[in-house]
């Protein structure tokens, strides 16, 4: 059977379209190595290739976040089932609480997040401050930091109310991001986060 055929036969055979439903599809399809696929705002589904320049900053954060988080509550570019409609990010970076465990399928409950980070890619910009930030915000993410290489800035959202973050702090790149009055409890550098 091909791709196609495969995904009419789960459309045949099911009334309702789930996330569950489109990330069989998705899985199933012939994505090039290195490109991140989501599904945000209602089901619409993104495809970005991964720049080595993300990947740096990424990793960067993940490391640092390992002060505090074992790396079995840290998840990166794996899907997590969001709040609203059809929305299944695969966040950059996400730190879970030490209360947390992956359910019978393996994934982590959105309710268990206490920071996550998105690089921005220049495709997919308008989803991370708009539709990805509106989400977490509703999902209640005590932190959402926006990482953009291409501006050379951070944007941490914090303190999240009736779906919109009340908080907003922006920085360039190499300036410390003090987290150490939140959840996380720690200061973030960034001196090392590459420009594009």
């Given at each position: 059977m091909t791709v196609l055929e495969d995904r009419i036969t789960m459309a045949e055979e099911s009334d309702e379209l789930t996330l569950d439903v489109m990330s069989e599809w998705l899985e199933k399809m012939p994505v090039p190595e290195g490109t991140k696929v989501e599904i945000?705002?209602?089901?619409?589904?993104?495809?970005?290739?991964?720049r080595h320049t993300h990947?740096?900053?990424?990793?960067?954060?993940a490391r640092q976040l390992s002060a505090k988080y074992?790396?079995?509550?840290l998840a990166s570019d794996v899907q997590i089932d969001f709040?609203?409609?059809?929305?299944?990010?695969?966040?950059?970076?996400?730190?879970m609480a030490d209360r947390s465990v992956p359910d019978a399928k393996g994934r982590w409950h959105y309710r268990?997040?206490?920071?996550?980070?998105?690089?921005?890619?220049?495709?997919t910009a308008a989803n991370d401050y708009g539709p990805k930030k509106l989400t977490y915000a509703l999902a209640e993410v005590p932190i959402y930091l926006i990482a953009d290489p291409y501006e050379g800035e951070c944007r941490v959202y914090t303190h999240p109310m009736n779906g919109d973050y009340?908080?907003?702090?922006?920085?360039?790149?190499?300036?410390?991001?003090?987290?150490?009055?939140?959840?996380?409890?720690?200061?973030?550098?960034?001196?090392?986060?590459?420009?594009?």
């Amino acid at each position: 059977m091909t791709v196609l055929e495969d995904r009419i036969t789960m459309a045949e055979e099911s009334d309702e379209l789930t996330l569950d439903v489109m990330s069989e599809w998705l899985e199933k399809m012939p994505v090039p190595e290195g490109t991140k696929v989501e599904i945000v705002g209602g089901g619409n589904i993104f495809m970005s290739p991964q720049r080595h320049t993300h990947w740096q900053i990424f990793f960067d954060i993940a490391r640092q976040l390992s002060a505090k988080y074992p790396a079995k509550r840290l998840a990166s570019d794996v899907q997590i089932d969001f709040p609203g409609r059809l929305n299944g990010f695969a966040c950059d970076v996400a730190a879970m609480a030490d209360r947390s465990v992956p359910d019978a399928k393996g994934r982590w409950h959105y309710r268990d997040i206490e920071f996550v980070a998105e690089v921005v890619s220049e495709n997919t910009a308008a989803n991370d401050y708009g539709p990805k930030k509106l989400t977490y915000a509703l999902a209640e993410v005590p932190i959402y930091l926006i990482a953009d290489p291409y501006e050379g800035e951070c944007r941490v959202y914090t303190h999240p109310m009736n779906g919109d973050y009340t908080t907003e702090t922006k920085l360039p790149f190499g300036e410390d991001l003090d987290l150490t009055d939140t959840p996380v409890g720690l200061v973030l550098r960034t001196d090392e986060f590459p420009r594009d």
